[in-house]
């Protein structure tokens, strides 16, 4: 196969566009290891950009662009892949994003939903593109077309995997991020969210039933018919729990800091109750942070305490 007439140069950061759709997976831990690696041994990893007259695009590697402008390097080595068309560097950005190791869901889904209802691309070339299942190719687009903004900032944040996101998408959007935070919470299986959104999305159930899969989905799981076997979940570390978690948390916060300085006296005090139990849980969450800057290990018993 002829190789494509792409060239290899050195290009000011500023001079490189944004691309929207790759910010919905570049989050702050990807540019803090690409500044490590860039502090450590300069640009050795080119990103890949498109051309279109003088204008240059980013279509592989905003992360390494944005770990530059943080960490002050003004120049990075690129590709310029010589395509001139917007919905070809869709597509090759996203059969790059299903190449890497990293994860890039959301990005996918978004430039599946862009190619084909946008730009016209036909379901089955994106199927030979990405060596992909039509199921694959639908579940990754319902991320883009049906997954609520705040599910998409935990999916983000390594809070909850695609996976379990693709199956929370089939659910109405406005009980969406109180059932993903029940996930969370109950540190369900993508096999138990499954069963439960199924049961959810049968017509022949009340309301009564679909209130009790987002608010208390062990309990139905208990009083459910075992379904099929499945395989165990391989649990992540308790660490990239932590991580995930303080880091959708720190997006929430900062979310209801603008909300809040929005709201009139009207809205506070609708929302008191809420503010006053949220105050509650941010003071103890305060306590247990302040004890461990101390040294002390939540759940520990202090020397000299009552045991």
Sequence with gaps: MASKKNKACILKVGQIERDPILALDTSAKDVENYERVAKAYGNVAPAIVGQNGEAYHILAGQARMEACLHHGIKEMPVIVAEISDEAEQMKLSLLLSTVREEGGALSEGAFIDALLTRHGVKRRELIGLLKKSKSWISKRQSLALRLSKDVKGMVKDGVICARTAEEIAKMPADVQVAFACAVVR??????????????????????????????????????????????????????????????????????????????????????????????????DLKIVLDGIAAGVLPGKPQEGGAS
């Design 186 to 283: 109950d540190d369900l299986s993508k096999a138990k969210v499954e069963q439960l959104v199924s049961l959810y999305t049968r017509s022949e159930n009340d309301s009564e039933i679909r209130k009790a899969i987002v608010d208390s989905p062990l309990v139905v799981l208990d009083t459910c018919p075992a379904g099929p076997a499945t395989r165990r979940k391989e649990k992540r570390g308790l660490a990239e729990r932590i991580a995930g978690n303080a880091g959708f948390l720190i997006r929430l916060a900062r979310e209801i800091k603008g909300l809040l300085a929005q709201a009139d006296e009207q809205i506070l005090t609708m929302a008191s109750s809420h503010l006053s139990e949220l105050r509650m849980a941010v003071t």
